[in-house]
Nanobody, 121 residues
Framework: QVQLVESGGGLVQPGGSLRLSCAASGSFFSIDPMGWYRQAPGKERELVADITSAYNTNYADSVQGRFTISRDNHKNTVYLQMSSLKPEDTAVYYC???????????????WGQGTQVTVSS
Protein backbone atom coordinates (compact mmCIF):
# COMPACT_ATOMS: atom_id res chain seq x y z
CA GLN A 1 0.00 0.00 0.00
CA VAL A 2 1.36 3.37 -1.03
CA GLN A 3 1.15 6.20 1.47
CA LEU A 4 2.03 9.87 1.48
CA VAL A 5 3.17 11.36 4.77
CA GLU A 6 3.31 15.14 5.09
CA SER A 7 5.12 17.28 7.62
CA GLY A 8 6.05 20.89 8.21
CA GLY A 9 2.81 22.79 8.69
CA GLY A 10 2.16 25.22 11.50
CA LEU A 11 1.48 28.80 12.50
CA VAL A 12 3.52 31.59 10.93
CA GLN A 13 3.25 35.36 10.83
CA PRO A 14 2.51 37.20 7.59
CA GLY A 15 5.68 37.55 5.57
CA GLY A 16 7.17 34.45 7.13
CA SER A 17 8.26 31.14 5.63
CA LEU A 18 7.47 27.47 6.02
CA ARG A 19 8.70 24.32 4.34
CA LEU A 20 6.42 21.36 3.76
CA SER A 21 7.66 17.86 3.04
CA CYS A 22 5.84 14.82 1.70
CA ALA A 23 7.39 11.37 1.50
CA ALA A 24 5.92 8.42 -0.38
CA SER A 25 6.30 4.93 1.02
CA GLY A 26 5.39 1.54 -0.40
CA SER A 27 5.99 -0.24 -3.64
CA PHE A 28 5.25 1.25 -7.06
CA PHE A 29 6.65 1.50 -10.57
CA SER A 30 6.46 5.29 -10.78
CA ILE A 31 5.17 8.31 -8.92
CA ASP A 32 4.44 11.20 -11.24
CA PRO A 33 3.58 13.97 -10.83
CA MET A 34 3.87 14.93 -7.17
CA GLY A 35 2.21 18.07 -5.98
CA TRP A 36 0.67 20.21 -3.31
CA TYR A 37 -2.96 21.23 -3.08
CA ARG A 38 -4.77 23.28 -0.50
CA GLN A 39 -8.27 23.68 0.82
CA ALA A 40 -9.44 26.66 2.82
CA PRO A 41 -12.68 26.55 4.85
CA GLY A 42 -15.69 26.79 2.58
CA LYS A 43 -13.60 26.51 -0.57
CA GLU A 44 -12.74 23.75 -3.00
CA ARG A 45 -9.38 22.06 -3.03
CA GLU A 46 -7.03 23.80 -5.47
CA LEU A 47 -3.69 23.06 -7.00
CA VAL A 48 -0.81 25.00 -5.46
CA ALA A 49 2.07 23.50 -7.43
CA ASP A 50 3.15 20.23 -8.94
CA ILE A 51 6.33 18.77 -10.34
CA THR A 52 7.09 15.88 -12.66
CA SER A 53 9.91 13.36 -12.31
CA ALA A 54 11.66 15.36 -15.05
CA TYR A 55 11.43 18.41 -12.75
CA ASN A 56 8.91 20.31 -14.83
CA THR A 57 6.94 22.57 -12.51
CA ASN A 58 3.53 24.20 -12.53
CA TYR A 59 2.30 26.86 -10.10
CA ALA A 60 -0.96 28.54 -9.29
CA ASP A 61 -0.88 32.22 -10.18
CA SER A 62 -1.54 33.13 -6.56
CA VAL A 63 1.75 31.58 -5.36
CA GLN A 64 4.00 32.18 -8.36
CA GLY A 65 7.22 33.83 -7.22
CA ARG A 66 6.58 33.10 -3.54
CA PHE A 67 6.47 29.29 -3.38
CA THR A 68 9.00 26.83 -4.76
CA ILE A 69 8.30 23.15 -5.32
CA SER A 70 11.08 20.60 -5.56
CA ARG A 71 11.49 16.86 -5.34
CA ASP A 72 14.06 14.21 -4.57
CA ASN A 73 13.41 11.28 -6.89
CA HIS A 74 15.68 8.96 -4.94
CA LYS A 75 13.73 9.60 -1.74
CA ASN A 76 10.31 9.86 -3.44
CA THR A 77 9.85 13.09 -1.57
CA VAL A 78 8.39 16.42 -2.62
CA TYR A 79 8.94 19.74 -0.87
CA LEU A 80 7.15 23.07 -0.89
CA GLN A 81 9.13 26.08 0.25
CA MET A 82 6.67 28.85 1.07
CA SER A 83 7.88 32.42 1.50
CA SER A 84 6.22 35.81 1.87
CA LEU A 85 3.21 34.05 3.32
CA LYS A 86 -0.11 35.86 3.41
CA PRO A 87 -3.20 35.29 5.54
CA GLU A 88 -4.99 34.08 2.41
CA ASP A 89 -2.51 31.20 2.21
CA THR A 90 -4.14 29.75 5.32
CA ALA A 91 -5.50 26.30 4.47
CA VAL A 92 -5.02 22.59 4.90
CA TYR A 93 -2.27 21.60 2.51
CA TYR A 94 -2.47 18.16 0.93
CA CYS A 95 0.20 16.25 -0.88
CA UNK A 96 -1.04 14.43 -3.97
CA UNK A 97 0.65 12.07 -6.37
CA UNK A 98 -0.02 9.92 -9.39
CA UNK A 99 0.93 6.32 -8.74
CA UNK A 100 1.56 3.64 -11.35
CA UNK A 101 1.82 0.32 -9.47
CA UNK A 102 3.50 -1.52 -12.35
CA UNK A 103 4.48 -0.71 -15.92
CA UNK A 104 1.18 -1.93 -17.38
CA UNK A 105 -1.13 -0.43 -14.74
CA UNK A 106 -3.01 2.83 -15.13
CA UNK A 107 -2.12 5.78 -12.94
CA UNK A 108 -4.27 6.50 -9.91
CA UNK A 109 -4.10 9.42 -7.50
CA UNK A 110 -3.40 9.20 -3.80
CA TRP A 111 -3.51 11.87 -1.12
CA GLY A 112 -1.76 12.57 2.12
CA GLN A 113 -3.62 13.26 5.33
CA GLY A 114 -3.14 17.03 5.10
CA THR A 115 -1.24 19.52 7.21
CA GLN A 116 -2.59 22.81 8.54
CA VAL A 117 -0.87 26.04 7.55
CA THR A 118 -2.07 29.14 9.37
CA VAL A 119 -0.77 32.59 8.52
CA SER A 120 -1.73 35.06 11.22
CA SER A 121 -0.26 37.75 13.41
Amino acid sequence: QVQLVESGGGLVQPGGSLRLSCAASGSFFSIDPMGWYRQAPGKERELVADITSAYNTNYADSVQGRFTISRDNHKNTVYLQMSSLKPEDTAVYYCGAGIRPSYSDPVYRIWGQGTQVTVSS
